[in-house]
């Protein structure tokens, strides 16, 4: 079992590494920050998704989809990244409609982790799953239909927000959000607790970013992507960690 983890981690590393090593290819300058900020949040995500599947071991059966979860939203975000990173080095570009690829999958995802840490408490059900995944899901496509230009931008950024919106209710006001606060589990209730905090101000970057990108205009294309790249490393890899915490915490595990 570990032997096969270390094999999956090292095939991460050598598929994210794979993109580097062509000659021919415009080579990162000492002074881009925008494209060193890329780098340094690719290795924070591979350094995230293998902590969390080394960890996965360790916490009780009923939490260990949840943290394979959150190794998973890293993980996919690291391979995003690398090309990220690659296409800015190449180009002096990263358009941000390209990030709507890595948070098509990442963030339903994410949501889901509400869902699986209700379920690890035993107070979940399919109702949940699917309100939170369909909210995710509206936000992003009308986000993603708004910026790549298919809709009016207005619209697209009105469609987003009400998908944002809605998931904020669920886990607020909605069943979610009363299923966590009765659950009676401290781990649980102080996962939830955060991962709201993050859902709600971590979150609240990304349309700012659409605004002042998009339908104001007036912030340059580096700043934009390095608040983007701070961000992620936050809203996945502190997101992930709360998870793991409270994992480990309801595992009865001594650190
Ligand atoms: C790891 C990536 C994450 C957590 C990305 C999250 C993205 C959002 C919360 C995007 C939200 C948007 C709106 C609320 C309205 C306008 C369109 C979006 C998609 C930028």
Same mark, same amino acid.
């Given at each position: 079992?570990?032997?096969?983890?270390?094999?999956?981690?090292?095939?991460?590393?050598?598929?994210?590494?794979?993109?580097?090593?062509?000659?021919?290819?415009?080579?990162?300058?000492?002074?881009?920050?925008?494209?060193?900020?890329?780098?340094?949040?690719?290795?924070?995500? *591979?350094?995230?998704? &293998?902590?969390?599947?080394?960890?996965?071991?360790?916490?009780?059966?009923?939490?260990?989809?949840?943290?394979?979860? @959150?190794?998973?939203?890293?993980?996919? &975000?690291?391979?995003?990244?690398?090309?990220?990173?690659?296409?800015?080095?190449?180009?002096?570009?990263?358009?941000?409609?390209?990030?709507?690829?890595?948070?098509?999958?990442?963030?339903?995802?994410?949501?889901?982790?509400?869902?699986?840490?209700?379920?690890?408490?035993?107070? @979940?059900?399919?109702?949940?799953?699917?309100?939170?995944?369909?909210?995710?899901?509206?936000? *992003?496509?009308?986000?993603?239909?708004?910026?790549?230009?298919?809709?009016?931008?207005? *619209?697209?950024?009105?469609?987003?927000?009400?998908?944002?919106?809605?998931?904020?209710?669920?886990?607020?006001?909605?069943?979610?959000?009363?299923?966590?606060?009765?659950?009676?589990?401290?781990?649980?209730?102080?996962?939830?607790?955060?991962?709201?905090?993050?859902?709600?101000?971590?979150?609240?970057?990304?349309?700012?970013?659409?605004?002042?990108?998009? *339908?104001?205009?007036?912030?340059?294309?580096?700043?934009?992507?390095?608040?983007?790249?701070? &961000?992620?490393?936050?809203?996945?890899?502190?997101?992930?960690?709360?998870?793991?915490?409270? @994992?480990?915490?309801?595992?009865?595990?001594?650190?």
């Amino acid at each position: 079992m570990k032997k096969l983890k270390l094999f999956a981690l090292t095939a991460l590393a050598l598929l994210g590494a794979s993109g580097v090593a062509n000659a021919e290819t415009v080579l990162l300058s000492t002074d881009d920050f925008v494209g060193i900020s890329f780098w340094v949040i690719s290795m924070g995500m *591979l350094a995230a998704t &293998a902590f969390f599947f080394l960890e996965v071991g360790s916490v009780s059966a009923a939490w260990r989809t949840s943290v394979t979860v @959150a190794g998973l939203v890293t993980g996919i &975000a690291f391979i995003h990244y690398m090309y990220m990173r690659g296409v800015w080095v190449q180009t002096g570009d990263s358009p941000t409609v390209y990030r709507y690829i890595d948070w098509l999958i990442t963030v339903p995802l994410q949501m889901v982790e509400f869902y699986l840490i209700l379920k690890a408490v035993g107070k @979940a059900n399919s109702g949940m799953f699917w309100r939170l995944l369909i909210g995710s899901v509206v936000m *992003l496509v009308g986000g993603y239909l708004g910026e790549a230009g298919y809709i009016n931008a207005t *619209l697209g950024f009105v469609i987003g927000m009400a998908g944002w919106f809605y998931i904020l209710y669920e886990v607020f006001s909605g069943e979610s959000g009363r299923a966590a606060a009765k659950s009676g589990n401290k781990a649980l209730v102080t996962a939830f607790g955060a991962m709201r905090m993050i859902v709600t101000v971590g979150w609240a970057i990304y349309p700012l970013g659409y605004v002042f990108g998009y *339908l104001t205009g007036g912030v340059d294309a580096n700043a934009l992507n390095v608040i983007y790249n701070l &961000a992620d490393f936050i809203n996945k890899i502190a997101f992930g960690l709360v998870i793991w915490a409270a @994992a480990t915490q309801a595992s009865g595990r001594r650190r």
